[in-house]
């Protein structure tokens, strides 16, 4: 029986090891991968004799029937082409073809899930945005000199301590709280940053009807709770079915890769499959509970390290573009330097926060369909741009009515680019990109990088004002998205339309492979497309076999 997952790569360079897994073709100058389903390379009868025993091993007996699982399987290595299977019903059938042509026909357990998903994100963009209004306030009642001429350099640095503070412990509702609560006298500032518990409420009652995740189930070795958390989370049994066994098969492939390559590391050679099965490495990367190992792994296996640098550079970019820094600080920016008044600073923060989540919604289907990827390159130009001339725009003269006019405008602007890319994609790339084996840790890792470069942001950003003033800082942070740009092209690979154990083929191949195409193929490709006008294809990186 063949490996299950075939990887053929083609290179220029004729000075490989023997021992490489790598060919060399002549008449390419890249690499490219070739990835095929685990399933492909299996007949009818290898892959029900799998199913049968996938069933009695892990305790499916009397949980699935043997026929809806070996079905599901067929599914499974069918990939798109189901419709060729002939014991389907028109219900299973009419399922399958929702999932590609009906997103929102989902079961009620989904939208669950989705809804404590997005409570979620609105209850910590509430958090946030809701200390931007408060800090034109709660300095004064706490008799904090911040501004003017003269600021207390210790209070500066509570300002920026303070608002930290969130991210350190660790949006469109929290502006329009601080524009509610405005005229509120006395307790406005104190609503303004406890407003937050509102959308913890329903979150709490919502979690307690959602599904545990599946992956989870197979990961503590729980199939049957697997099984029936996918059938409430899908339409029919099949679909359920289906998932269950991709996914186990797909797991059981990543962790014999995880441990052979530790297996490898360990004896200073490379292990084979016997090696492999004597060796306890599987164990103590799948279901060991010790997290210091697995934290220690981030950066020692190379598949899950490469999945660490991607995901480390899009959430450090998050910080880079500036956008915590417009969020915390804009109103305080309108009101000290655009010489805006209290309520109209809010209304632009409000503003802010509209733009914000209007031009957040092309993502839910462009996330998928132009890529991860994709959407941060063409967006963090943008972004770029607009804190460059929000920037200038304060060399208005004060007493312009175009200088707070423009500042605004820019501002928004910068808005209509971060919404779709650099906003939703660092979460949506982190929570997918690492195994599973690794995924709690390598999550964690991402969000604290996010949260504590935050904190550091805003805690230093008062002082970065004065010391540059806000033309200066947000100069910085134009070129700060540059920077961003270049390590998101050459560290962060494409992940659309991939399953979540499908990446593992994808972050196997080197960071070297990844940047050499870069810059030696997509480079050259986008000269000549877009500005010699040339009619010229791109071979593809990957190529995905379903």
């Not at 053929?8 to 890249?30: G, P």
């Not at 800090?135 to 003269?150: H, K, Q």
């Not at 804190?387 to 006019?405: C, H, K, M, T, V």
């Amino acid at each position: 029986m063949s490996d299950p997952l075939e990887l053929r790569e083609r290179i220029t360079s004729s000075k490989r090891s023997s021992n490489d897994v790598e060919s060399t073709l002549r008449d390419e100058d890249h690499i490219q991968v070739y990835i095929d389903n685990p399933l492909d390379n299996l007949t009818l009868e290898e892959l029900e004799e799998q199913v049968a025993a996938f069933r009695l091993k892990y305790g499916l007996v009397h949980v699935i029937d043997e026929k809806l699982l070996q079905k599901g399987a067929r599914v499974a290595q069918s990939g798109r082409t189901f419709e060729a299977i002939e014991e389907l019903t028109q219900e299973e059938l009419q399922a399958l073809r929702d999932e590609h042509t009906r997103l929102f026909r989902q079961p009620p357990a989904f939208w669950i899930t989705i809804c404590c998903t997005c409570i979620a994100a609105v209850l910590q963009g509430w958090d946030q945005t809701g200390s931007n209004g408060a800090n034109l306030e709660w300095p004064d009642a706490f008799d904090l000199v911040v501004d003017g001429d003269n600021p207390v350099e210790s209070d500066v640095w509570i300002l920026g301590v303070v608002n930290a503070a969130p991210y350190f412990a660790a949006s469109m509702l929290g502006f329009s709280a601080n524009l509610a609560v405005y005229q509120v006298p006395i307790i406005g500032w104190r609503l303004q940053f406890g407003s937050a518990f509102i959308p913890a409420v329903p979150l709490l009652i919502l979690i307690w009807w959602a599904p545990e995740s599946p992956r989870w189930y197979i990961k503590q070795n729980c199939y049957p709770q697997a099984y029936h958390s996918l059938l409430r989370l899908r339409n029919v049994p099949l679909q359920a079915a289906r998932d269950l066994y991709y996914m186990h098969v797909q797991i059981e492939l990543e962790n014999k890769m995880l441990a052979a390559e530790q297996a490898a590391r360990s004896g200073g050679r490379a292990a084979d499959e016997e090696t492999v099965s004597r060796t306890p490495v599987a164990r103590d990367l799948y279901k060991a509970k010790m997290y210091v190992r697995r934290f220690v792994q981030l950066f020692t296996i190379a598949r899950v390290r490469r999945a660490t640098l991607a995901c480390t550079t899009v959430m450090l970019a998050q910080q880079m573009c500036g956008i915590n820094i417009v969020i915390f600080y804009s109103a305080t920016l309108f009101v000290e330097e655009a010489k805006a008044d209290k309520q109209t600073a809010l209304l632009v923060s409000w503003g802010f926060g509209l733009a914000n989540f209007i031009f957040a919604l092309p993502a839910v289907h462009r996330i998928d369909t132009l890529g991860r990827r994709t959407l941060l390159l063409v967006t963090f130009p943008g972004m770029a741009l607009t804190l460059l001339a929000a920037g200038f725009s304060f060399y208005i003269p004060e007493n312009n009515p175009a200088r707070l006019d423009l500042i605004t405008f820019w501002i928004f602007f910068f808005a209509v680019f971060y919404s779709p890319g650099e906003g939703p994609v660092p979460f949506t790339y982190s929570s997918e990109a690492f195994p599973l084996s690794h995924r709690e840790v390598g999550m964690s890792w991402a969000v604290a990088t996010n949260l504590f470069w935050a904190g550091i942001l805003n805690t230093v950003f008062p002082k970065l004002t004065d010391a540059l003033s806000n033309t200066g800082a947000l100069g910085l942070f134009a070129g700060l998205n540059v920077v961003a740009f270049v390590m998101i092209f050459l560290w962060v690979p494409e992940t659309k339309q991939r399953t979540l154990e499908e990446l593992d083929s994808i972050f196997k191949e080197p960071t070297r492979h990844h940047m050499h195409y870069q810059i030696t193929v997509t480079l050259p490709w986008l000269w000549k497309r877009y500005v010699l006008r040339q009619d010229v294809e791109r071979a593809p990186l990957y190529v995905f076999r379903r």
